[in-house]
Nanobody, 115 residues
Framework: QVQLVESGGGLVQPGGSLRLSCAAS????????MGWYRQAPGKGRELVAT???????NYADSVKGRFTISRDNTKNTVYLQMNSLKPEDTAVYFC?????????WGQGTQVTVSS
């Protein structure tokens, strides 16, 4: 049983920072791309950032310069450092990973940016 478990969400004031983590566990042969998506109330799920095994990254225009994705392949973990947070970043953030050629999703973690 493969699982993705996220942590690090919460409530933060505008301009603040949060760091999300997502660890993959279970029977894992290989992990290709990993990433983060988010879904705000009343909206569809959108890409935030992705990272390949080799470290190549891709970001949504709305988070470029503010968010940084990274991964630790020895720990099967992906991170999302979020700085200069804005109210429009409020959403449920979902971890994604392609594990053993199958797409996997975490359960989601709430990020709320509000004063």
């Amino acid at each position: 049983q493969v699982q993705l478990v996220e942590s690090g969400g919460g409530l933060v004031q505008p301009g603040g920072s949060l760091r999300l983590s997502c660890a993959a566990s279970g029977s894992i042969f290989s992990i290709a791309a990993m990433g983060w998506y988010r879904q705000a109330p009343g909206k569809g799920r959108e890409l935030v950032a992705t990272i390949t095994t080799g470290g190549s990254t891709n970001y949504a225009d709305s988070v470029k310069g503010r968010f940084t994705i990274s991964r630790d392949n020895t720990k099967n973990t992906v991170y999302l450092q979020m700085n200069s947070l804005k109210p429009e970043d409020t959403a449920v953030y979902f971890c994604y990973a392609n594990i053993s050629w199958r797409d996997r999703w975490g359960q989601g973690t709430q990020v709320t940016v509000s004063s």
